[in-house]
Each structure stands twice: as structure tokens, then as C-alpha cells.
């Protein structure tokens, strides 16, 4: 199990500048969050790629920037449409092979739209199937806003997918949700594949490290017991640090605790 940061804390900084920020002050793993088209261009990718070799960065995992549009990608039930998107997701996989990559973070459906399930399952064994071709796992994350918010729906994926079902817990969005991430982690077991972390008490769901009442610890030790391989990524948004340090210390405690279970 390791800690990391992703870049998207730093956003809207260049994503060239933040896998460099991140890497030049001892992040040694981290999460890259693709932000336009032409950050897919291979050349473009080449680049970062050669930044984490010069800095022995490893990259866990890659997220889309195209997220708010799966729901109209993949569960519109216009089929060539999601042909097409799965052409275009096959970019982000070419990019992850380079990266070295493993885990692909997938948001799909938004709660308000009415897709039946059968229709959201199909959809996603599809991704899952293309992303298996280049040696990636796709994950499904917990977001609030989405139909995965929800526990009992993320229950549902297992029963129908089976070993496929993989995903991504989002400490904050589960807050979020109202679901518990202990009960999420204990009923999805080995299913989880890595995890978005933050701290969250009164003064929000979104905090640093050691700023809430969330048991970090108790987590990590429960993690560690259903999916050790995981990766636990430091996610913050911009207004929620002040400083590249704030980062730092926030890896440097998880390292910390994930080298004492």
C-alpha cells in the first residue's frame, strides 16, 4: 500500500507544472488528472513521463477530464455514441501504458438521469473490457452527485459484475453521500482498488490531514487488511491548502502511518 498526491490538488495549475512541482519536492507516487484533449497527445505524455522517470515518480493511476460528459457518452443508450466513446477512452489508456498507469478513475451516471441499471452495467463491462486490452483496470469512484454514490448501487455493480466490479473510494464524497467509508471498505472488500483520501469534521468534508475527526488510521489498517496493493492519494482542493508544503506534510504523514500498520 502506498501513499501519493494527485495533481489535481494543484489544479488549475499546467499539469506539465504540477507533476513537476509535486515530483521536485519528494512526492514520490501520485495520480495524474488529464485536463484538455492536447494532454493526450503522445509527444505531450512522453514529457511527463520523462519527469517522473528523472524523479523516480510512479504513477498509480490516471482520471478524465471528460467525466461530466459520461453520462451522455455512455448511458444515453444511443449505442454508436458509445462506440465513439470508447474509441476516444482508448486514448487515455495509450497514455496510461506510457505513464505507467494502472488504475483508470471512471465518475459514469449522474443520479437525476433515469438509466436502468442493466443498461449502466453493460455500458461499463464494455469500458472494462477495452481497458483490459491495455493491461488497465477501470474503477468506478463514489461520487455523490453520481448513481455510485451510493453504496447499495455500488453492492448491485458486484452482484452483477462480479470480479470486474472494481472501485475507487472517495473519503469526502462519501461524506457526501452520508455512507460511511468503514461500511463502504468492509462491504466492498477486496473490490476497492485505491482511494481518494482527505480529512472531513465540522469545519468540512474536504480538510487536510490531522484537521478532522476522520480516524485516518482506522481506515488505513482496514484498507491494508482487504486490498494492501491499494494506493491512498492525498485529493484536496486548491482553496483547502495554502502551499505546496501543506502537500508535503500531508504525504509525508500518510507515508508515516501506511509505514506503521
Given amino acids: 500500500m502506498r501513499a501519493g498526491v494527485s495533481t489535481a490538488c494543484l489544479y488549475p495549475k499546467l499539469l506539465e507544472e504540477s507533476v513537476y512541482d509535486l515530483a521536485v519536492n519528494g512526492i514520490a507516487h501520485t495520480e495524474i488528472f488529464i485536463n484538455t484533449t492536447s494532454e493526450l497527445k503522445k509527444n505531450y505524455v512522453n514529457g511527463l513521463a520523462e519527469t517522473l522517470r528523472r524523479f523516480e515518480v510512479t504513477c498509480r493511476s490516471l482520471h478524465p477530464f471528460t467525466c461530466a460528459l459520461e453520462p451522455m457518452m455512455f448511458f444515453s443508450g444511443y449505442e454508436r455514441r458509445v462506440d465513439d466513446a470508447l474509441d476516444f477512452y482508448k486514448k487515455y489508456f495509450e497514455a496510461m501504458n506510457i505513464l505507467g498507469a494502472e488504475i483508470f478513475v471512471f465518475h459514469g451516471n449522474k443520479k437525476i438521469?433515469?438509466?436502468?441499471?442493466?443498461?449502466?452495467?453493460?455500458?461499463?463491462?464494455?469500458?472494462?473490457?477495452?481497458g483490459k486490452k491495455f493491461g488497465i483496470t477501470v474503477a468506478q469512484e463514489n461520487v455523490s452527485r453520481c448513481t455510485s454514490g451510493s453504496l447499495d448501487f455500488m453492492k448491485e455493480m458486484v452482484e452483477n459484475l462480479g470480479d470486474d466490479a472494481k472501485f475507487v473510494i472517495d473519503t469526502k464524497q462519501s461524506v457526501r453521500s452520508g455512507e460511511s467509508n468503514f461500511d463502504i471498505l468492509r462491504t466492498l472488500g477486496s473490490h476497492v482498488v485505491h482511494v481518494h483520501i482527505s480529512d472531513h469534521g465540522e469545519a468540512g468534508d474536504c480538510l487536510q490531514i490531522g484537521k478532522g475527526r476522520f480516524n485516518i488510521k482506522q481506515f488505513l489498517a482496514l484498507l491494508k487488511e482487504y486490498s494492501p496493493d491499494s494506493s491512498v492519494m492525498l485529493e484536496l482542493y486548491r482553496s483547502n491548502f495554502d502551499g505546496i508544503s501543506d502537500l508535503v506534510e500531508n504525504y509525508n504523514t500518510l507515508v508515516s502511518m501506511i509505514g506503521k500498520l
Fill in 113 to 130: 438521469l433515469n438509466v436502468q441499471n442493466d443498461l449502466y452495467f453493460e455500458s461499463f463491462q464494455r469500458l472494462v473490457d477495452t
